[in-house]
């Protein structure tokens, strides 16, 4: 090859009427080299222009003049009597003018003949240009053009039979060579795309396109996020670097209007041109087909995706495509991809190239136009990164007025767009009838929830939504947060609101879920519920006073799922329910929220059979019922903030029950019995229930981890155990003593007995204990009897401890010396306690990471501090002499 030529990118508005035009002599070439050339050239989908008609008079025609203008490449096959032309020749002069005004490649081709007989006019060529001189028409200055044509041609990077054993191999080359050099000029068309380059990149690394594996790509993301747009980015730069290539588009539409073997008819003719298949192409193909696609390494693109059996009908096998193949799928269900070898999310776009994507549609400029700078901001939010939402409304919004586009924000708060709509929507349509209702129920109630909450209320409801959480995640339709919380794109819950908009457009009392505030309230306020509606969730916070009926809820008998709550905190009640209260709730309610209940209690024909989760805080109840219900399926109750609660009902039957918070009910006086036998109760929560007294129990909470008795001024009697508990919170109590069973319980991790005056019985017989090894936060804060005599059985039996909380311990003048075996403590605080001096044994502590002393008016001195130290604090220590420098 010759000199290598530059080649100028093409921008979309210069993109020609043909990839490639052949400049060939017919006599030497029309019927063999260059008909060969032509065919491999449009097995490769290029758009060639080939001019097959015999050549007649002295000027080269209007019509090849706009050919070669409207061409991208120029493919030059130079043939011992190319120069006998007066046409090749006007030809080659007009190709290398269009090369020097409009960037066009040019590829000389050197078929039998020496490149140097062209380049200056030798051999052949000599000849040729004596007949044209002696010849009276042709003028001494187009001879001079057409050697100068030549001789640049000649100079370019080009291509020479004579190195080539067979035509085949030779033809080869110049195709890959022509494929190379388009796609250097069509790619800058790709990098128009906003925010692709960063995706392209990765995924292009993912391919490995130098290995001679066979490589298959997933790229997975949810709909019109720009999954298409970069497969198509990636197979138009790398095709020309394969035998063979294939992009299957819309296989999801496709397979529904022609069928599957229609796609994989398709999919091998494009691999293998010419192949002759039949009407019906078997999902096993015949050996002989096997056979060829293993010779050929092949590039094959199978876009839109929707089932694993979609994509083993139409390659059932990666192998049996040649080494070095690459296959890249994309779709929106992840769980397809069983066998590919890297998955690749695209993720939303950030703000900048939202704005830029978004400006480009609806202003053809990259910034907003003045005075739609707050109007594109909202377009922005509203469409959350999703490229597909961005372009339809741009150009939606394109060239309109200022009111328009408020208009067509405020609908898009009622109405979704429909193209944004439709596309979303084919991921819904995927999914079987329990799994719509999964998404339906999130996408209404449940986003932003955590996951195990989720799939404890509709496990209650026989969704099965274990799975159907993973298929949704896996259809890009919710996303699950490292927090394990349900999270859904704005515009898929938009796609879900409006599938139940759609059940009564005009009634919505009528349609499964209500959630829109103001259309709750006309629900309620006029009684307009139906048996249709299975879940109610209303912010209160948004609406107006409003004053149910004696049978609101009457005719809903098959809600599912109730909450009204406070988005905003409010403490006066804004649903107000008749004296007679009301006539009936559902028994087929799974979720009961009611924060601000107003009556005394659930209506008298209430069953809980159902119930997963009662929360029901800050309300005016006295008790839920009478009696003992059927709660095997409760999970949670949550009472926090009543009152005027007087009693807790039997729960014996709640075997199920996870979470018990009766937090701050001042006025509860006692705790059923059946509360503290319930099996696999995990948290319970008293703290402020100021009029309890007595807690005990000889039954162990055999799965209680956590158990907050903080503020329960009144209590003076505890015993209570279990051999899962972890925490325990005692703070401001009336107990005297803490039973040497709570300290053996193996996996405790944390006791807070801060503020407990009448304290006076810690640890006295507490001895060390292996099985106390998980033990590491103490809170002693305030207990005004400790001292450090009784501290040092409580040091001697928690060695593992890393915090020790020792605040306003008044009583507590210094450390006892064994508080060197605290070989894990890190946090020490003394502060506000009456110590005057720190033992020696201190510095032992190499593990020490923070040393609070703020307020120890009595302390004198410090000893030498372990070098672990990060943070000392010694603020307002009257007494203290100590010279920090000579500190460690």
């Not at 043939?79 to 007066?86: E, G, H, N, V």
Request: proline share 3%; hydrophobic share 40%; glycine share 4%.
């Amino acid at each position: 090859m010759a000199n290598h030529q530059m080649v100028n990118y093409a921008s979309p508005s210069s993109l020609k009427t043909y990839d490639v035009f052949l400049s060939f002599r017919g006599e030497d070439t029309r019927d063999n080299f260059t008909s060969h050339l032509h065919d491999a050239l449009k097995q490769t989908k290029l758009e060639t222009y080939i001019d097959y008609r015999l050549r007649k008079g002295d000027e080269i025609s209007q019509a090849l003049i706009q050919a070669i203008q409207d061409s991208q490449v120029s493919v030059v096959i130079f043939s011992p009597k190319y120069a006998t032309s007066k046409w090749c020749l006007d030809e080659i002069t007009k190709i290398m003018e269009c090369k020097e005004d409009q960037g066009q490649v040019v590829i000389p081709v050197f078929y039998k003949i020496e490149p140097t007989h062209v380049r200056k006019q030798e051999g052949s060529f000599e000849h040729s240009f004596t007949e044209h001189e002696r010849d009276p028409k042709i003028t001494n200055d187009k001879v001079q053009k057409w050697r100068a044509a030549l001789t640049q041609a000649a100079n370019l990077a080009g291509w020479d039979y004579q190195t080539y054993r067979t035509e085949a191999e030779f033809i080869k080359d110049i195709v890959k060579d022509v494929l190379h050099k388009l796609n250097l000029v069509y790619p800058i068309e790709l990098k128009g795309l906003i925010g692709i380059e960063e995706n392209y990149a990765r995924i292009e690394s993912l391919l490995e396109i130098g290995s001679r594996e066979i490589r298959v790509i997933g790229i997975w993301g949810m709909g019109g996020i720009g999954k298409t747009t970069l497969a198509i980015a990636l197979h138009s730069k790398l095709f020309s670097q394969f035998e063979g290539h294939c992009f299957l588009s819309n296989v999801r539409e496709q397979s529904e209007k022609q069928g599957l073997d229609v796609l994989r008819r398709i999919l091998i003719s494009e691999l293998l041109p010419g192949e002759n298949l039949h009407a019906h192409v078997p999902k096993a193909e015949s050996h002989f087909i096997t056979r060829r696609l293993r010779r050929k390494k092949v590039f094959v693109v199978l876009d839109d995706v929707a089932s694993s059996e979609q994509l083993e009908d139409l390659i059932s096998d990666f192998d049996c495509l040649g080494p070095g193949s690459r296959v890249i799928v994309t779709t929106r269900d992840k769980h397809i991809f069983s066998h590919v070898d890297e998955i690749y999310e695209v993720k939303e776009l950030n703000y900048r190239d939202s704005l830029q994507l978004f400006c480009l549609n609806a202003f053809r400029e990259k910034h907003p136009k003045n005075g739609f700078e707050e109007l594109s901001e909202s377009v922005i939010a509203y469409c959350k990164g999703n490229p597909l939402a961005l372009k339809v409304l741009g150009a939606l919004l394109r060239s309109r007025s200022e009111q328009a586009w408020n208009s067509e924000l405020r609908k898009l708060q009622k109405i979704p767009n429909v193209k944004i709509h439709n596309v979303l929507k084919l991921s819904f349509d995927d999914l079987d009838h329990t799994e719509k209702e999964i998404f339906l129920d999130i996408a209404c109630f449940f986003k932003g929830e955590y996951r195990d909450h989720i799939i404890s209320l509709l496990e209650a409801c026989n969704f099965f939504p274990a799975i159907g959480i993973e298929v949704l995640a896996d259809k890009s339709l919710i996303t699950i947060s490292g927090e394990e919380k349900i999270e859904m794109h704005d515009l898929i819950q938009e796609m879900g609101w409006n599938i139940v908009h759609q059940e009564s457009i005009k009634n919505p009392g009528r349609r499964s879920r209500l959630w829109d505030p103001e259309e709750v309230y006309d629900v309620l306020k006029y009684n307009k519920g139906t048996e249709a509606i299975e879940g109610i969730i209303l912010d209160v916070s948004k609406i107006e006073d409003l004053h149910l009926s004696f049978d609101s809820f009457t005719k809903m008998t098959n809600i599912r799922f109730l909450k009204f709550y406070y988005g905003k905190w409010s403490s006066r009640c804004k649903i107000y329910l008749p004296k007679n209260g009301l006539k009936s709730l559902s028994d087929k309610l799974r979720y009961l929220q009611w924060h601000g209940y107003c009556l005394e209690s659930l209506p008298s024909s209430f069953s809980a059979k159902l119930l997963v989760e009662l929360s029901m805080p800050y309300s005016n109840l006295q008790k839920l019922w009478d009696g003992v219900q059927n709660l095997v399926n409760l999970k949670d109750i949550d009472l926090r903030f009543c009152e005027n609660l007087v009693e807790v009902p039997d729960l014996s039957m709640a075997t199920n029950l996870e979470d018990l918070s009766l937090s701050q009910c001042k006025s509860l006086r006692q705790v059923h019995p059946s509360i503290l036998s319930l099996p696999k109760l995990q948290r319970l929560d008293f703290e402020g229930c100021t009029e309890i007294e007595c807690l005990e129990t000889n039954v162990h909470l055999i799965s209680l981890q956590d158990l907050r008795l903080s503020n329960c001024s009144s209590l003076k009697e505890f015993s209570l155990s279990s051999p899962k508990l972890q925490r325990l919170w005692l703070d401001g109590t009336a107990i005297q003593e803490l039973s040497s069973s709570i300290w053996r319980c193996a996996k405790l991790k944390f006791i807070s007995v801060q503020g407990c005056d009448n304290l006076d019985s810690f640890a006295d017989k507490l001895c060390y204990d292996p099985r106390t090894a998980c033990f590491e936060n103490l809170v002693l804060s305030g207990c005004k009897q400790l001292n450090a005599s009784n501290l040092h059985f409580i040091i001697d039996g928690l060695r593992s401890l890393t915090r020790l909380e020792l605040e306003n311990c008044c009583n507590l003048r210094t450390l006892p010396e064994n508080i060197s075996l605290l070989s894990s403590l890190q946090r020490l605080n003394l502060s506000g306690s009456n110590v005057e001096r720190l033992p020696s044994s201190i510095k032992s502590l190499l593990m020490l990471r923070r040393l609070y002393l703020d307020n120890c008016m009595e302390l004198v001195l410090l000893p030498e501090l372990p070098q672990s130290l990060w943070l000392l604090s010694a603020v307002n220590c009257a007494s203290l002499v100590t010279n920090f420098t000579q500190l460690n």
